[in-house]
């Protein structure tokens, strides 16, 4: 549906007014929300696309104002609720507002740093979940609940590569290196820790950067509790490099697990495969600057180890 900035200002006047005379601002919009800057320290994040959006917002209006805190990276914070009306029925927040610019648009340059505060963010949110932590929507669990959708993209991933490289066919890595990171992923050992908190979405676009670093990491709806390799994942398509992401493979305790490690790097492949669909398709929800980092991260995974 059509979001405005009247809109916003007609539903801060019926619920909470004494925010509707802040500036209003288009924010950016998501796969499952829109965001809308508040003045200079807040934002509204209203559904707008996606049939499960209104569930996942509210998921992540509870239980993330008490992870927040404990978190190095900055985050948004819900502050306010807003409930389903006439004028718009769906549930909505108000959050703090997160500066800095989604990774996919300005990657960080600065490897040590990057490595070390991506396994910082990791270490402090991976502990155990509450009894009645949310499960994952396809995520946070064994490998095998993506198996179908990647093993049929896989037959593709030539062609989805080549459709973000264009012009540059060196770029493209080797499918059977792929897919022979996938077979020895999901054939490693199922966790067998504690369901540790997970964001379940750590992609470019949810990860803020300022000044080629880290600053920020946003859009928790996928947070849920399960196995933490789905996020250790994440660092080859974040961290600008192999040796990046050996040292965050040092920094965080998790990665050093030969089988949490194997499953990450499936779980890595799942995530590259997606955004390059995404990237090459323009699916809802969808930016061409997803194609570049998943790129990259499947050439990372595929690149030969030197000693």
């Known amino acids: 549906m059509e979001l405005t900035a009247d809109l916003v200002r007609e539903l801060l006047l019926d619920q909470h007014p004494d925010l509707a005379d802040r500036a209003i601002a288009f924010g950016a919009r998501g796969w499952d929300n829109q965001l809308w800057r508040l003045g200079e320290d807040l934002a509204v994040r209203l559904p707008w696309h996606t049939d499960g959006a209104d569930a996942l917002l509210l998921k992540e209006s509870t239980w ?5 805190p404990l978190l190095p990276l900055a985050v948004p914070v819900p502050q306010r609720r807003g409930q389903p009306s006439e004028r718009y029925p769906h549930p909505w927040i108000v959050t703090t507002w997160v500066p800095g610019t989604p990774a996919d648009r300005a990657s960080a340059i600065h490897g040590d740093s990057a490595a070390d505060a991506l396994a910082a963010f990791m270490i402090a949110l991976h502990r155990p979940a509450p009894t009645g932590a949310p499960a994952g929507r396809d995520r946070g669990g ?30 493209i890595p080797s499918s059977a290196a792929i897919q022979t990171i996938w077979d020895d992923a999901v054939t490693a050992p199922d966790w067998q ?24 990491v946003v859009d928790f709806g996928d947070l849920c509790a399960g196995d933490p390799a789905l996020d250790l994942a994440a660092c080859w398509i974040l961290l600008p490099d192999l040796e990046a992401i050996r040292r965050f493979q040092s920094a965080d305790p998790l990665a050093s ?5 194997r499953r990450a790097r499936g779980w890595a492949v799942w995530r590259a495969i997606g955004s390059l669909s995404i990237a090459a398709a323009g699916e809802p929800g ?9 790129l990259a991260s499947l050439r990372r995974l595929t690149e030969p180890v030197t000693s």
Do not use: M, Y
């Open 142 to 171: 064994p490998l095998k609940q993506v198996a179908v959708g990647v093993e049929w993209k896989l037959g593709a991933i030539s062609g989805l590569c080549a459709a973000v490289a264009g012009t540059e066919p060196g770029l």
């Open 193 to 216: 820790g504690p369901r540790l908190w997970l964001h379940g979405d750590l992609h470019p676009a949810n990860v803020l950067t300022a000044n080629g670093d880290f600053c920020g």
């Open 286 to 294: 969808g930016k061409p600057s997803w194609g570049p980092p998943a």
């Open 64 to 68: 993330l104002p008490s992870l927040a």
């Open 257 to 261: 697990d030969d089988a949490t490690w």
